[in-house]
C-alpha cells in the first residue's frame, strides 16, 4: 500500500523567505502527484498537479517538483507572504480512485 | 454555484440520531467521492461513485451510507455514530472515475458527534 509522508509536520517562516516543502512516497509507480492546500476547517484546494511524466509545474510562486524514481517531491514558495500560511499536502495517486494523502507540513509566515 | 459544496458546513449530533451531508458538484463530473478527514491523519477514501454506480466502499462501518441518485448530488446518510466518527467530511468529484483524474474537493461538513 503507497505510504506518504511529509516533513516537516510544521514550519514557521518570517515574511520573504523561500522554502521548500517536502514530500515522499513508498510506491514509484504513480499516475500524478498533486499538492493541495488546506485553510484551517476548510476543504482542500488544489495548487499543482505533476504527472508522471513530468519533472515540475509551475504555478505563480509555487514550483513543484517530482522526481518518480526516488520517490519524492517538492513544492518551493518563493517570497513567503502571510496569505501562504495554511496546511499544504500532497497526494499520490495511483490508480483511477486510489488518492493517498500524506498528513501535510502546517506553514506560518510571520509578518 | 460553481465547482463543489457541501451542507452543512457544521453539524452536532447525538449518537442516536440520523442525519445527512449533501453534496453537489457543478463542474459536469461523472465521479464522486466521500473521504474523512480526522485530527493528524491522512485523509482517507470512503466511497467512490462512477456514473451514480458504488465503485468502491473502503471498508466502512454500515453506520455511514452514501446515496448517489445522479451524477450531481452526493448523500452521506448517518446512523448511530459514534465520538470517534468526529471528522471533517469531503466531497470531491472528478471527470470520469475509470481514469486518474484530477479531484476537486468541497469545503467539508466538521461533524461532531456527541
Known amino acids: 500500500k503507497q505510504e506518504v509522508t511529509q516533513i516537516p509536520a510544521a514550519l514557521s517562516v518570517p515574511e520573504g523567505e523561500n522554502l521548500v516543502l517536502n514530500c515522499s512516497f513508498t510506491?514509484?509507480?504513480?499516475?500524478?502527484l498533486q499538492w493541495f492546500r488546506q485553510d484551517p476547517g476548510k476543504g482542500l484546494t488544489s495548487l499543482l498537479l505533476i504527472q508522471s511524466s513530468q519533472r515540475e509545474q509551475t504555478s505563480g510562486r509555487l514550483n513543484a517538483s517530482l522526481d518518480k524514481s526516488s520517490g519524492r517531491s517538492t513544492l518551493y514558495i518563493a517570497a513567503s507572504q502571510p496569505g501562504d500560511s495554511a496546511t499544504y499536502l500532497c497526494?499520490?495517486?495511483?490508480?483511477?480512485?486510489?488518492?493517498?494523502f500524506g498528513t501535510g507540513t502546517r506553514l506560518t509566515v510571520i509578518p | 454555484e460553481t465547482g463543489v459544496t457541501q451542507t452543512p458546513r457544521h453539524l452536532v449530533m447525538g449518537m442516536t440520531n440520523k442525519k445527512s451531508l449533501k453534496c453537489e458538484q457543478h463542474?459536469?463530473?461523472?465521479?464522486m467521492y466521500w473521504y474523512k478527514q480526522s485530527a493528524k491523519k491522512p485523509l482517507e477514501l470512503m466511497f467512490v461513485?462512477?456514473?451514480?454506480?458504488?465503485?468502491e466502499n473502503n471498508s466502512v462501518p454500515s453506520r455511514f451510507s452514501p446515496e448517489c441518485p445522479n451524477s450531481s448530488h452526493l448523500f452521506l446518510h448517518l446512523h448511530t455514530l459514534q465520538p470517534e466518527d468526529s471528522a471533517l467530511y469531503l466531497c470531491?468529484?472528478?471527470?470520469?472515475?475509470?481514469?486518474?483524474?484530477?479531484?476537486?474537493f468541497g469545503p467539508g461538513t466538521r461533524l461532531t458527534v456527541l
Open positions: 510506491d514509484s509507480a504513480i499516475y500524478n
Open positions: 497526494a499520490a495517486q495511483t490508480g483511477a480512485n486510489n488518492l493517498f
Open positions: 463542474l459536469g463530473h461523472n465521479a
Open positions: 470531491a468529484s472528478s471527470q470520469e472515475g475509470t481514469g486518474p483524474d484530477e479531484q476537486f
Open positions: 461513485y462512477n456514473f451514480k454506480e458504488q465503485t
